[in-house]
């Protein structure tokens, strides 16, 4: 039987801190599991290799890495290197990452149109991914594992809320999106996106459920979607939920992690496939009747569009209503993408990244009859969390656009501006990116206060982390 391999990356960003035994791989990017890799002792054989990436380390094992914690991870990587010396560093750069998670005290931060200060508003959350706000001021938080919390009056319930479904916690998969109905104050309605297991959990696929939320439980959970893209792969669901105030629900479906260099025959590229496609559907779970493939045999109705990665952002212009993702494309390539109905959007035929390790997918970046992207970054920020922003405590940054980026850590602002043709293009684009080593960028959203909610990344190994709210520098206690 094929062993299991996980990437795990570990605390960061301690490689600077590091002792010079560890570099001795070099400075490559990307990642792979070397074979050849000589082990000394290997006593729990479960260590396969390491990399940096170019800031962080990442070990390969056999370890899921939902069991693998930060000190296994370290005991792992001191038999991989075993050297007193860099023992005695790693563990001091580790536990400065850990305590620095579990007490973050306010930060400030420069950026170019506001100064900023961050705190932690919500502590001790494991794999927070999404963030939500009822109309009386609650926040709604899932924890990839399964759980999906809530904020009284700015108090973590200890307890879970009940009626969840079961997920596929595994590789990227979990507990997704949570996303209140538009008027919740009358019809408590929720939405919830998620990785399914199949009967046996050896496959997964994307699904969304609709349920009434009345404070305490789900009820009436109906499943309302489950993608047609199972796989035993574990990442890319993408799960990213949108509604758009005219009825419909837009869900994102990830690749699966399909081969990049299947080309014209990827999945992302097969209409009769959901996966790498945005879904829209009726609020009910209906499909739109005027949804751009529907009535043809040789597509599914529900797809918007196609020819996508992983898109992780998904949002709507609060002016125009037009609909934009973000996502993730391999090495380098990621994307700003307006996205229209019936439109191919590429991946994995064309694009700007190549393969993890440097082996090129794409003939070219552009094609006829595909679209190309409003913004790519390359090398890849990760992108992950996507809004306009519309409130009043930061003026300047009044309709930008803020995208989150787990890779980079921080937050790309972007001056988005509509040109003729029913285009965008980005007039600005803030650097240093806002917010530089806050840690990787989950999801940010606007709260009902008019600051931005921000849930960190799991630290490497399952440390607990927090949600920061971001407020003016001025701001008072
Ligand atoms: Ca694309």
Known sequence: MAEALTIAP????PITQLDGALRKLGPETGLRCPKDTSLKGRPQGSVRGSKYHPDRLFIVTAIPRALLSALHATYLLLQLYGETRMRRTFFAAAGL?????????????????????????VDGLKDPWSIAFLPNGDMLITEKPGNLRIVRAGKLDPAPIPGTPKVRYAGQGGLLEVLPHRDFAKNQIVYLSYSKPNADASEGTTAVLRAKFDGKQLSEVKEIFEAKAWSKAGPHYAGKLLLDGKGHLFIT???????????AAHPAQNLMSHQGKVIRLMEDGSIPKDNPFVGRKDALPEIYSYGHRNPQGLAMHPVSGDIFTTEHGPQGGDELNLIKPGLNYGWPVIGAGVQYGGKPIHPAREKDGMQSAIQYWVPSIAPSGLMFYTGDKFPKWQGQLFVGALASKNVARLDLQAVDGGGYEVKALERPPLLSGLGRVRELRQGPDGLIYIALDDRAGGGLTSIFRVEPATATN
Request: charged share 20%; glycine share 8%; aromatic share 4%.
């Open 10 to 13: 570990l605390i960061s960003p």
């Open 97 to 121: 990452a850990l305590l620095t998670t579990a007490s973050v005290q306010a930060q400030t931060f420069k950026s170019e149109l506001h100064d900023l200060r961050v705190v932690s508003v």
């Open 253 to 263: 479906v990830g690749d699966r992690g399909h081969d990049p260099f299947a080309g």
